[in-house]
């Protein structure tokens, strides 16, 4: 695609409950990356993949964080028995490969959690 | 502990004036140093890629240099004008490839 997708744009979910959010890097991106971002705030890491794999998770809060990316192209971050103190806008961005390239950033999945 | 410093927090800067921030990383096992800039409601759009001391950038009115030495990267606006306003932020790699962003640094430009 021209640019980074994600999906859904926005998610409301009862506390408690489970939720997987999509993130469609832009065609022949090496590296995905992960960020929450609280209102008003700077971007905060979460995690990043080269291809398929995980390079870095140590921005996961918690264990009810995680993330994949098993054919190194669409990446799923899933929430575990999400709490109000996950509500925040959830952003992926790719790029070329880590490190020496610009990252792309999506529009962004804003969750909120009642 | 990587940390990565912006400063100032936030700026307030008379239009047409021309101003400048920093942004501080380790100084040993530099890898990057990215600037994006950030608006309110949207996404993070790249400005600079940075790889080699003594790096400047350039773009439009707005430049960055790269002091890998002594750890910092200056952002510089020259003749600010009010869609300059937002937030500039700086990401640090590591050779390791970690990566570490600074906490922004806001930019109001005052008509």
């Known amino acids: 695609g021209a640019g980074v997708s994600q999906?859904?744009?926005?998610?409301?979910?009862?506390?408690?409950?489970?939720?997987?959010l999509?993130?469609?890097?832009?065609s022949g991106h090496v590296s995905l990356y992960w960020y929450r971002q609280a209102l008003g705030q700077g971007p905060e890491f979460l995690t990043y993949f080269n291809y398929e794999a995980q390079q870095d998770k140590?921005?996961?809060?918690?264990?009810?964080?995680?993330?994949?990316?098993?054919?190194?192209?669409?990446?799923?971050?899933?929430?575990?028995?999400?709490?109000?103190?996950?509500?925040?806008?959830?952003?992926?961005?790719?790029?070329?490969?880590?490190?020496?390239?610009?990252?792309?950033?999506?529009?962004g999945t804003r969750l909120t959690v009642t | 502990i990587?940390?990565?410093?912006?400063?100032?927090?936030?700026?307030?800067?008379?239009?047409?004036?021309?101003?400048?921030f920093t942004c501080s990383f380790p100084s040993s096992n530099f890898y990057a140093l990215h600037w994006y800039r950030w608006e309110?409601?949207?996404?993070p759009e790249a400005l600079f890629v940075m790889t080699l001391n003594g790096?400047?950038?350039?773009?439009?009115?707005?430049?960055?240099?790269?002091?890998?030495k002594e750890g910092y990267s200056y952002l510089y606006i020259k003749g600010s004008q009010p869609e300059d306003s937002a937030t500039y932020l700086c990401a640090f790699w590591d050779s390791?490839?970690?990566?570490?962003?600074?906490?922004g640094t806001k930019l109001i430009i005052k008509p």
């Open chain 2, 40 to 43: 309110t409601a949207k996404s």
């Open chain 1, 7 to 20: 999906s859904p744009r926005y998610k409301v979910t009862k506390r408690g409950q489970d939720v997987a």
């Open chain 2, 96 to 103: 390791n490839y970690q990566l570490i962003w600074g906490a």
């Open chain 1, 58 to 107: 140590s921005g996961l809060p918690n264990d009810r964080f995680s993330a994949e990316r098993p054919e190194g192209s669409i990446s799923t971050l899933t929430i575990q028995r999400t709490e109000q103190r996950d509500s925040a806008m959830y952003r992926c961005a790719s790029s070329l490969v880590q490190g020496a390239y610009e990252q792309y950033f999506g529009p």
């Open chain 2, 55 to 68: 790096d400047e950038k350039k773009k439009g009115r707005i430049s960055a240099t790269l002091n890998t």
């Open chain 2, 2 to 20: 990587l940390n990565v410093e912006q400063s100032p927090q936030s700026l307030h800067v008379q239009e047409g004036d021309s101003t400048n």
């Open chain 1, 22 to 26: 999509r993130c469609d890097p832009i």
